[in-house]
T-cell receptor, first 113, second 115 residues
Framework: AQTVTQSQPEMSVQEAETVTLSCTYD???????LFWYKQPPSRQMILVIR??????QNATENRFSVNFQKAAKSFSLKISDSQLGDTAMYFC??????????FGAGTRLTVKP | NAGVTQTPKFRILKIGQSMTLQCTQD?????MYWYRQDPGMGLKLIYYSVGAGITDKGEVPNGYNVSRSTTEDFPLRLELAAPSQTSVYFC??????????????FGDGTRLSIL
């Protein structure tokens, strides 16, 4: 079974600085997809960024980028120029070709003014 | 722009009671999902559906049932509520499968307590 591990339960960063959230996963699959979701206090789940395992190029969405290391099964999220609105829980997620989707336990990020 | 609507937002049940969590979406999405989120944890998939009349088990289906008679609605049924089912439940939908570049649209969640 696939597992997703987020080893940082809580992190904080000063406004305008850069922070990196870690995620590792375990799978025997070769083709799969990885996601980062943001959950603000409103509890809505918001897709931040997505990465296909067959693509070597790291995904980027504005201030958000990933460092995808397939051999190491690592998928970290970098947030540049952190904003107060980035304060939220961040979940790393994995989905296999069989639609088996697993989430990590989350990292609570606080952006300080 | 209603998106994904879940009702109720909060509910307290007694052990052994049954209830149905409602989920409806107005985006004509084929895929719908039910997740539970326990305190301090990520989401776990309970059931999903790839279209009307088709449902499949996720990671934690025991104690739950679903049906998908229409594209819009995907209710989740708890037959004999147990304290272990105390959680926040999220419904989500997407136009195609989760592996696509189309994100899932989530409802606001239902906070369920079993006492």
């Amino acid at each position: 079974a696939q597992t997703v591990t987020q080893s940082q339960p809580e992190m904080s960063v000063q406004e305008a600085e850069t922070v990196t959230l870690s995620c590792t996963y375990d799978t025997s699959e070769n083709n799969y997809y990885l996601f980062w979701y943001k959950q603000p206090p409103s509890r809505q789940m918001i897709l931040v960024i997505r990465q296909e395992a067959y693509k070597q190029q790291n995904a980027t969405e504005n201030r958000f980028s990933v460092n995808f290391q397939k051999a190491a099964k690592s998928f970290s999220l970098k947030i540049s120029d952190s904003q107060l609105g980035d304060t939220a829980m961040y979940f790393c997620a994995f989905i296999s070709p069989a639609n088996d989707m697993r989430f990590g336990a989350g990292t609570r990020l606080t952006v300080k003014p | 722009n209603a998106g994904v609507t879940q009702t109720p937002k909060f509910r307290i049940l007694k052990i052994g009671q049954s209830m149905t969590l409602q989920c409806t979406q107005d985006m004509n999405h084929n895929y719908m999902y039910w997740y539970r989120q326990d305190p301090g944890m990520g989401l776990k998939l309970i059931y999903y559906s790839v279209g009307a009349g088709i449902t499949d088990k996720g990671e934690v289906p025991n104690g739950y049932n679903v049906s998908r008679s229409t594209t819009e609605d995907f209710p989740l049924r708890l037959e004999l509520a147990a304290p272990s089912q105390t959680s926040v439940y999220f419904c989500a939908s997407s136009p195609v499968g989760q592996k696509s570049n189309q994100p899932q649209h989530f409802g606001d969640g239902t906070r369920l307590s079993i006492l």
